[in-house]
Each structure stands twice: as C-alpha cells, then as structure tokens.
C-alpha cells in the first residue's frame, strides 16, 4: 500500500519561512517524478514545483520563482519544499505526489499517489 505523507507546515508571518517534508513508503521512490501542489479555499488545485527521479531537473511556478526550493533525498525517501519570504497569498493545503512521468506545466492528472496535505498559513 502506498503512502504519501507531508509534514511541516503550519502558522508563520509574512516574510518567513517553513520547510516541508514529504515521506513516501510503498513505492520506489527515486522512479517517481516528484511534485508540490497548493490548494487555496475557493481555488483550485495548481502545481508549485516538481523534480525528476534523479533531481535533477526542477521546476518551480512563477508565482513562487525566487523563494521556493524544492529538493530531494532518495536514500531518505524524502522530497522537500523549502519555502522562504512567505506571502499571504501562499496560503493553501499544500499536497505532496508522485508521478510517473516528467511534464511540464505540472498537472494533477500527471500524479498518481497523492498525500492528504499540510496547512500552510502566512499571516500579514
């Protein structure tokens, strides 16, 4: 059975920042293209950076460009978002997900295991 789990979000003022963690077990982690998605209330659900199975090649989305990292650990099985110079606008349930495949711009349909988000809020 397949597990995705984030870690490390929670409540930080504007300016900021928060590292989030993302631990997968039941799948072979450095096969699976890795991806961070965000969902704000009333929004959907967009792609924010993603990583090939090697790591490397990434993406990271405009809005973020600058002030997101997004890393990973394939001994730990661990792909990482670091998030700095937080804005109010980053606010969302932030989704970790591994996909088989590389391909850009990040979609949902691309990603097939999915983990059940960590809260991100940032406030002014």
């Known amino acids: 059975q397949v597990q995705v789990v984030e870690s490390g979000g929670g409540l930080v003022q504007a300016g900021g920042s928060l590292r989030l963690s993302c631990t997968t077990s039941g799948l072979t982690f450095d096969r699976f293209t890795m991806g961070w998605f965000r969902q704000a209330p009333g929004k959907e659900r967009e792609g924010v950076s993603g990583i090939t199975k090697d790591g490397v090649n990434s993406y990271v989305a405009d809005s973020v460009k600058g002030r997101f990292t997004i890393s990973r650990d394939n001994f730990k099985n661990t792909l990482y978002l670091q998030m700095n110079s937080l804005k109010p606008e980053d606010t969302a349930i932030y989704y970790c997900?591994?996909?088989?495949?590389?391909?850009?711009?990040?979609?949902?349909?691309?990603?097939?295991?999915w983990g059940e988000g960590t809260q991100v809020t940032v406030s002014s």
């Open positions: 997900a591994a996909g088989r495949s590389w391909y850009l711009p990040l979609k949902t349909a691309e990603f097939d295991y």
